[in-house]
């Protein structure tokens, strides 16, 4: 059952831009990192932003670094990723993801996220 909600996603050409969102029905965050991830069939599913929600502790991918974006509206649980100079490559369908307490690691592990949505396409055309 998935408990948080992901929108946003589109098809956009290369070089474009697009706004995600994801949310928590019913909840407001008091101290939850949320993730970004994104996958293609046949690959791993791969972080690509973070943010712990106490202090606006942002880390990124660096496949993303200056291109994408994570923001929240603090406590509500709202996250966005903003990703822009888009590429195919960038394609996928893209999932947001949480676990109370801050960001651990110095990657982006899917087995620390037990909170997850049911993801949201994102298609860039060349």
């Known amino acids: 059952q998935a408990h948080l909600v992901e929108s946003g996603g589109g098809s956009v050409q290369a070089g474009g831009a697009l706004s995600l969102s994801c949310t928590r029905p019913g909840y407001a965050n008091h101290g939850d990192c949320v993730a970004w991830f994104r996958q293609v069939p046949g690959k791993e599913r791969e972080g690509v932003a973070r943010i712990y929600s106490r202090d606006g502790t942002t880390e990124y991918a660096a496949s993303v670094k200056g291109r994408f974006t994570i923001s929240q509206d603090h406590p509500k649980y709202l996250v966005f990723l903003q990703v822009s100079s888009l590429s195919p490559d960038d394609s996928g369908t893209y999932y947001c993801?949480?676990?109370?307490?801050?960001?651990?690691?110095?990657?982006?592990?899917?087995?620390?996220?037990?909170?997850w949505g049911q993801g949201t396409q994102v298609t860039v055309s060349s």
């Open positions: 993801a949480a676990r109370p307490g801050p960001c651990i690691g110095g990657s982006f592990r899917k087995g620390d996220f037990a909170i």
